[in-house]
């Protein structure tokens, strides 16, 4: 029983918290590793999705401590407890960002796992800068961006309305009327609304061939925030791919199949 309580305190990563300025902005990251990590193990970052912040990742890096990576987990920028751009964000902001995260710390040996829109600005990553990044993990990755028809008519309610929305005493409406046309995450970061209509209008299936890093793609076949569709898409134009489905899980895979996902990125390790 000792030894094995040994085990559980020599494997288990401590999730810590700390800041940096970047691009004069305070940003918040957790760092974690066991105490079993050597210096020349590789690192594991990862960006997290649209609302979502670095800590999402705690449960992922306290299981994968036994493998003695290096780990860290970024609040990006307007999101978690990092503080929000003066001026909208382009996924290349977010991209240079990063990367500025990544020469700051001196990180090495690299393999970036982006959630979402996280998974969006790992595509970006990954494409500008080859050398840096060795390999990487989508996970229900944003990016593709067909303008459906449901899309069209979002954008021009929202231009319709605006106007009649401009007073607070409308905004509680405001937000009913884009949960009610399905456009949740429009009004869910208010201050970053601009960033977000920057993100969603690029769409990355261009450079997508220009990703040379071996690449894992995972997602949930019950996932409703990005279609199953999207990840063929991604594992079609992405060459050095392979794409992992696990039945059951929704958006937040590495959550819903947690084991099965961290099985899944140990064996492409």
């Not at 769409?203 to 040379?212: G, S, V």
């Given at each position: 029983m000792f030894a094995k309580f040994m085990r559980f305190i020599y494997y288990t990563a401590m999730f810590e918290s700390n800041e940096i300025v970047l691009n004069e902005l305070l940003i918040r990251y957790y760092r974690a590793q066991a105490p079993s990590c050597k210096s020349e193990a590789p690192t594991l970052l990862f960006l997290h999705g649209w609302g979502s912040e670095g800590a999402v990742w705690r449960g992922v890096c306290e299981k994968l401590a036994h493998c003695g990576y290096h780990m860290y987990a970024l609040d990006l920028s307007g999101f978690g407890a990092s503080e929000t751009p003066k001026n909208p964000y382009s996924l290349d902001d977010y991209a240079r960002s990063v990367f500025k995260f990544i020469q700051t710390l001196k990180l090495k040996k690299i393999i970036l796992v982006g959630h979402s829109f996280g998974g969006s600005v790992a595509i970006k990553l990954a494409a500008t800068h080859p050398k840096i990044i060795q390999k990487l993990i989508l996970v229900s990755s944003s990016g593709i961006r067909k303008m459906t028809a449901k899309k069209r008519a979002v954008g021009f309610i929202a231009k319709c309305v605006k106007p009649f929305f401009r007073s607070r005493y409308m905004q509680p409406f405001r937000k009913k009327l884009y949960i009610l046309i399905g456009a949740e995450d429009y009004t869910a970061t208010p201050k970053l609304t601009e960033t977000f209509r920057l993100i969603v209008n690029?769409?990355?299936?261009?450079?997508?061939?220009?990703?040379?890093?071996?690449t894992l793609i995972i997602w949930g076949d019950k996932d409703r925030a990005t279609p199953l569709k999207d990840a063929y898409i991604f594992e079609h134009l992405i060459q050095n791919s392979a794409l992992v489905v696990l039945k059951g899980a929704g958006h937040y895979s590495f959550l819903d199949k947690q084991d099965e996902w961290i099985e899944a990125v140990e064996r492409f390790i």
């Open positions: 690029e769409d990355l299936a261009l450079i997508l061939p220009k990703i040379t890093q071996k």
